[in-house]
Structures are given as C-alpha cells and as structure tokens.
C-alpha cells in the first residue's frame, strides 16, 4: 500500500471512532488560550491521570508547559458552536470564564505530568488535581466528520 493511500485510509478509519468533544484550556502571564481535541481520555485511577493529543504546532501547547497546568472541559450536545470556536472558525460571544467553558458537562483541572513525542502531535498527560460537575446531560459527539447527537438512553 502506497504511503498516500495508506494516510487517506487511516484518515477514513479514525473518522469512524465515535468520539467525545473536549476543550482544552491553558493560561499563563496575560495569555489564555483554548483549544478543540476529541484525542482525549482517561489514563489511570492511581494517580488520577488523563491524556490528550495535541498537534505540535498548537498554541497552547507552549502555554499549558509554561504554566504546567490546563483545563478539559468536557462539552455538551448544543455546544457545537463552542467547539467550531475553538477549532479556528470563530463565533461572536465565545470564550472561556475562569478558565474553562461555561456550562460544560465537566471540568478537570489538571497539573502537567509529562509530554511524550507523538510524531506530528504530543501525547499531553495531566494529573487532575480539582474537578467540576455540570447538569448531567448528553454529550457532544463527533463521529465521521460531523457533530452527532447520543441516543440517550439508547
Ligand atoms: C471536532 C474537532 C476535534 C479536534 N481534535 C483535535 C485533537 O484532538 N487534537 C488536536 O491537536 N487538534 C484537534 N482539532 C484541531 C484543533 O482544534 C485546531 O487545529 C486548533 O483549534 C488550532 O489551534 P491553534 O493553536 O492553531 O489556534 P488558536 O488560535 O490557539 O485557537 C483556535 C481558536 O480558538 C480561539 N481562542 C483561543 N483562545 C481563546 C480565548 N482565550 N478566548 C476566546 N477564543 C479563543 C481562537 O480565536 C481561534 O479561533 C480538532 C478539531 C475539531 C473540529
């Protein structure tokens, strides 16, 4: 399999992995920054630990280092906006309050415990320290291209 198909074929697959929309957020100085990822999930109970992937180039990736800690807010379905906002294709009135989204599912603030290479990405792992719970509800979802909504319950 050439190098090209093989990319388009992977591109195509990861497309079909349901996934949970997430923002992940870093201040430090003056600079606050919020990022779209679905590369994200629950790593280790003992410690409680999570993982995200992000893109090299992000810029908040220099700020969560700097500042050795971040934010996930976890989104909620009708938080589309939310996510396109933070993914580069911005919409008036969105931003982040305290840090983190308003009104998300929940929130994990979490020290920075390591970053691992990951080819074009970093493998980001954090140690969550302090935890917020929103109304419980269904969740945004992103599965091939798209937001989708969770029959809940199913
Ligand atoms: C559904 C989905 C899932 C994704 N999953 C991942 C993933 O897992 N990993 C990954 O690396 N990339 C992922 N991306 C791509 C990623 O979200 C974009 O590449 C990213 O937003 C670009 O970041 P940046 O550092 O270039 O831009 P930035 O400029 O840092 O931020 C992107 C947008 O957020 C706005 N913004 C940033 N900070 C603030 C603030 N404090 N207040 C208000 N607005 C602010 C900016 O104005 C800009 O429009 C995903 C994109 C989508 C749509």
Redesign the pocket.
């Known amino acids: 399999m050439g190098e090209g198909e093989l990319k388009d074929l992977f591109k195509e697959a990861m497309s079909r992995f349901a996934a949970g929309?997430t923002v992940v957020s870093a201040r430090h100085g003056e600079e606050?920054?919020?990022?779209?990822?679905?590369?994200?999930m629950s790593l280790s109970l003992e410690p409680p630990l999570v993982a995200?992937?992000?893109?090299q180039?992000?810029?908040?990736l220099p700020l969560l280092e700097a500042a050795q800690a971040f934010a996930v807010s976890l989104l909620r379905e009708g938080q589309e906006g939310v996510?396109?906002?933070?993914?580069?294709?911005?919409r008036d009135g969105?931003?982040?309050t305290a840090g983190r989204v308003e009104g998300a599912l929940a929130v994990l603030r979490c020290r920075l415990e390591a970053v691992y290479p990951g080819g074009d990405?970093r493998l980001v792992v954090g140690r969550v320290e302090a935890l917020e719970l929103g109304e419980m509800g269904p969740p945004l979802v992103?599965f091939a291209r798209g937001y989708r909504r969770l029959v809940w319950p199913s």
């Open positions: 929309v606050e920054r919020g990022m779209t990822a679905t590369a994200f995200l992937g992000i893109w180039g992000a810029k908040v996510s396109e906002h933070f993914a580069g294709r911005p969105v931003g982040l990405h992103y």
